[in-house]
Every structure is written in structure tokens, then in C-alpha cells.
T-cell receptor, first 113, second 112 residues
């Protein structure tokens, strides 16, 4: 069975541009979360979606937005990119509910120049 | 704010030895803990988890110990292999919350 899949794997954008990152959760998983991992640090929570509704949001500006589709896949959008947005963006999925194991994808490497 | 931290940022061990990676957490309300392994250029890989109603859990070559009294978590890797070289993160979550809190990680290097 496929794990959490993310696309694209790598991309380079210019300051001020917009980016869309995509995630497909493990089959049967209804919860998708997004994390940002800056080089040398642990992942930081951005969003969680469950059953297409936003269930949590981390301390990120409004330039960051996300949504979940009926098939439970998800998109993370970032507007007006800054150099500091350069990071590995991780998607995680779980069955949903409390105490379910959370699995991560391989991430999308975003470089803003 | 609440945080998850690690005592040692780097750890080097000889192949075949046992490794112990430590983690301190500060949120006493956290009741579910996960260890992840992250290899260079890859996403975090689930290793083992433990809930707050347990103090020990074993997997294949790995054991997690939880000491709620001192808010300490450890990951023990038996017979460490070169393929175990990676950054290890502990993460905590509070039941009902939506997100994992990660520490900065410990880099484990296995010397052949």
C-alpha cells in the first residue's frame, strides 16, 4: 500500500510568487496535517484537516492556507513567498481521532530565491 | 510555551553497541508520545509510540521508556547498525489537540 505521497518533491520559486503543494494521505486516512521544517529544526505545525474541515492552525501568517478535498487529499497554498518560507513542507496523515499513529510523507522541498 | 527538548544534540556509537536517545518534555498534559527517525532528505519515519498509561514499550530492536514523574522519554536502540544513522525526534501530543510538538532532534552517527 502507498504511504503518504506529496508533490512536487522539489521546487524553486521567486519572492512574491505563489506556491501550491499537494498531498495524498494513506488510503482510509481522513486526517491530514501540514508541517514546516526549516533546516536543522524539528517540524512545526501549520494546519490540520479532518473530514474536509480545518481542525487546527499553527502560528503561521494568513499567507498560508490549505484545504481538504472529498477524497481526503489536501493542498497547502502559500502566497507572497518570502525567503524565510524556504523549507521542507511535510504532510502527515492519520485515521483521525485521538491517539492514532501519525505518518509523514517525504515532503516537498521549497526554495525561495 | 510548551516545548519538547533533547539533552544531547549529537550521539556517536560503535556499530553493535546499544544507543540511548533522551528527550525531556514540559507539557504535563501530553499523553501520547512518538519517536521518529529522519534520514537526510527524507520525511520523518515512525519508529515507536507510547501512551501515558504505560512506562515501557518494546518494538523490533527499539524500546521506549516514559517517566512521567520527571517528564522524560528515552529511545533505546539495541545492536545499533549503520542504517540507524539519522536524526531522531521525539514528539508529544495532548489528546484532543490537533498537532504534534517536536523537539530539535538528536543526530545519531554509527561508527562501523
Amino acid at each position: 500500500d502507498a504511504g503518504v505521497t506529496q508533490s512536487p518533491t522539489h521546487l524553486i520559486k521567486t519572492r512574491g510568487q505563489h506556491v501550491t503543494l499537494r498531498c495524498s494521505p494513506i488510503s482510509g486516512h481522513k486526517s491530514v496535517s501540514w508541517y514546516q521544517q526549516v533546516l536543522g529544526q524539528g517540524p512545526q505545525f501549520i494546519f490540520q484537516y479532518y473530514e474536509k474541515e480545518e481542525r487546527g492552525r499553527g502560528n503561521f501568517p494568513d499567507r498560508f492556507s490549505a484545504r481538504q478535498f472529498p477524497n481526503y487529499s489536501s493542498e497547502l497554498n502559500v502566497n507572497a513567498l518570502l525567503l524565510g518560507d524556504s523549507a521542507l513542507y511535510l504532510c502527515a496523515s492519520s485515521l483521525g481521532g485521538d491517539g492514532n499513529t501519525i505518518y509523514f510523507g517525504e515532503g516537498s522541498w521549497l526554495t525561495v530565491v | 510555551g510548551e516545548s519538547v527538548g533533547l539533552h544531547l544534540p549529537t550521539l556517536s556509537v560503535q556499530e553493535g553497541d546499544n544507543s540511548i536517545i533522551n528527550c525531556a518534555y514540559s507539557n504535563s498534559a501530553s499523553d501520547y508520545f512518538i519517536w521518529y527517525k529522519q534520514e537526510s532528505g527524507k520525511g520523518p519515519q515512525f519508529i515507536i509510540d507510547i501512551r501515558s498509561n504505560m512506562d515501557k514499550r518494546q518494538g523490533q530492536r527499539v524500546t521506549v521508556l516514559l517517566n512521567k514523574t520527571v517528564k522524560h522519554l528515552s529511545l533505546q536502540i539495541a545492536a545499533t547498525q549503520p542504517g540507524d544513522s539519522a536524526v531522531y525526534f521525539c514528539a508529544e501530543i495532548v489528546t484532543g489537540a490537533n498537532n504534534l510538538f517536536f523537539g530539535t532532534g538528536t543526530r545519531l552517527t554509527v561508527i562501523p
